[in-house]
């Protein structure tokens, strides 16, 4: 099993750009999720998926959309980046019915926008 | 509302010197909490957890936690630190019960050097 995985690693952005955020997990886990990490905040949910097809929002989720049509794969989008959303990006996932706190997490994607 | 602080930003140890992280909770019911660890340039890794069993938790690596009610903390300790340990930590607490429908309240985090 590679895990969750998470593409690219770093990616730099100039204000305005949009990208996408790829996350894709090879555990058949129903539930999915999106956390940013920024300094002195710990983590922050953005989106969440219980399952393929539904979504929902978390914490922080302006500036970010999310879609779900596999089971494998949760993509984040920034469809206008900013300053703002500079950050260190991680996907987890874990089975429906394991405790919250059984996610397993992805190795993280740094976005910069400057 | 939920919170989690923890204390020290950073914290500094000479190796094969006592670890002490310090978490602090507020809730208003029994909370479920437990900290990770981030090495460098990784992702997130479950260190160890409480879910209102034993009040000290053991978890890997020579960590653990006790669970003190009354002092509403859940301090992370190690007898001996070792160069590996050097990391960043994250305190975490469950904000509501259900499966689909929860939100896990991070610490700030605490970043460990371990002096040769």
């Known amino acids: 099993n590679a895990g969750v995985t998470q593409t690219p690693k770093f990616q730099v952005l100039k204000t305005g750009q949009s990208m996408t955020l790829q996350c894709a997990q090879d555990m058949n886990h129903e539930y999915m999720s999106w956390y940013r990490q920024d300094p002195g905040m710990g983590l922050r949910l953005i989106h969440y998926?219980?399952?393929?097809?539904?979504?929902d929002q978390g914490e922080v989720p302006n500036g970010y959309n999310v879609s779900r049509s596999t089971t494998e794969d949760f993509p984040l989008r920034l469809l206008s980046a900013a300053p703002s959303q500079t950050s260190v990006y991680f996907c987890?996932?874990?089975?429906?019915?394991?405790?919250?706190?059984?996610?397993?997490f992805g190795p993280g994607t740094r976005l910069t926008v400057t | 509302a939920q919170s989690v602080t923890q204390l020290d930003s950073h914290v500094s140890v000479s190796e094969g010197t006592p670890v002490l992280l310090r978490c602090n909770y507020s809730s208003s019911v029994p909370p479920y909490l437990f900290w990770y660890v981030q090495y460098p340039n990784q992702g997130l890794q479950l260190l160890l957890k409480?879910?209102?069993?034993a009040t000290l938790v053991k978890g890997i690596n020579g960590f653990e936690a006790e669970f003190k009610k009354s002092e509403t903390s859940f301090h992370l300790t190690k007898p001996s630190a070792h160069m590996s340990d050097a990391a960043e930590y994250f305190c975490v607490v469950i904000l509501s019960l259900m499966d689909s429908n929860y939100q896990l309240i991070w610490g700030a985090g605490t970043k460990l050097i371990i002096k040769p």
């Open positions: 987890a996932s874990k089975r429906l019915r394991q405790g919250p706190y059984e996610q397993y």
């Open positions: 409480y879910t209102s069993a």
């Open positions: 998926s219980v399952g393929a097809g539904i979504t």
